[in-house]
């Protein structure tokens, strides 16, 4: 049988969070990843069937209990995540009572999961009450998106409509818009919380001067889904820099003709412009 390390969630997870690296996004031990196995996927290695120790997480993290994720590691640099997986990461299961995780595999050095891991708890319960094939929550530092957390009014609707205003690939990809929370500590399970009740409507949460939380079905999904935000960003930082002024862009008319074209189930509150003027912000 094949061993964990050689698997494709190793190998993907590796690869994601050194893409992620590359882009700027994780400087130093910025950055976590939590990826849901279901147990037959597990199962189908040879050196995942012992606990090697268990770990207490501080959340109730009951509902779901059985449940397996290969996790980030505490402190560790997703720059080094490619040559010391092993070490890096760890497969761990959710035990009976919800409050430790039985490590299967991995943090070979006596490491641990994430210290944002109860937030990534929360936000994959809700975000499974949504879609059950719900797998990733990624954290990272987009540089534009949180730049843009400085300069426009943190409010989703206004965030979702600059962003979708920038390109047409951006309602595609994220017809609900994005989540928008109050500037928090991270680390805590207040922002836990906070994150995931937007994640109730969101796949995207933004945490003003800091970073983004994001959800999906797949490693690359959830990761195509922060770079189309950040790309609209970029497009955004980038007329900014040129002087800031900005003579056109997409309309809601734009929005009206993609929704209809892709079949788009968009956030209505969001498809029309509040009363007060609004500019491209
Ligand atoms: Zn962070």
Not at 10 to 29: C, F, I, K, P, S
Not at 164 to 189: A, D, L, Q, R
Not at 211 to 226: I, M, P, R
């Amino acid at each position: 049988m094949t061993k964990f390390i050689d698997s494709q969630y190793v190998h993907d997870m590796a690869q994601t969070t050194n893409n992620l690296y590359r882009h700027g996004w994780d400087e130093r031990n910025g950055g976590n990843v939590s990826l849901r196995l279901t147990a037959e996927e597990v199962g189908a290695f040879s050196d995942t069937d012992k606990v090697l120790r268990q770990i207490p997480i501080a959340f109730d993290a009951s509902e779901l209990a059985g449940k397996y994720y290969l996790v980030t590691g505490t402190g560790r640099y997703f720059k080094n995540m490619v040559e010391f997986p092993e070490r890096d990461m760890g497969l761990i299961r959710i035990n009976d009572k919800g409050n430790e995780v039985d490590l299967m595999w991995g943090f070979n050095d006596g490491g641990e999961p994430t210290s944002e891991f109860p937030s990534h708890l929360m936000s994959h319960i809700s975000r499974l009450k949504q879609d059950p094939n719900q797998r990733v929550i990624m954290h990272c530092h987009p540089t534009n998106l949180v730049a843009m957390t400085f300069t426009v009014p943190l409010s989703s609707k206004r965030f979702s409509r600059t962003l979708w205003k920038m390109h047409p690939e951006s309602i595609v990809v994220f017809p609900e818009g994005v989540g928008v929370i109050p500037y928090m500590c991270p680390g805590t399970n207040e922002i836990g919380e906070k994150t995931a009740a937007k994640m109730n409507d969101f796949r995207v949460v933004v945490w003003p001067h800091h970073g983004v939380f994001a959800a999906g079905d797949s490693l690359d999904e959830t990761y195509g889904l922060v770079e189309t935000v950040e790309k609209s960003a970029l497009i955004y930082t980038t007329i900014r820099a040129q002087g800031g002024e900005i003579l056109q862009s997409l309309t809601d008319k734009d929005f009206r003709d993609l929704i209809k074209r892709f079949d788009l189930t968009a956030n209505e509150a969001f498809l029309t412009p509040d009363a007060q003027t609004e500019t491209v912000e």
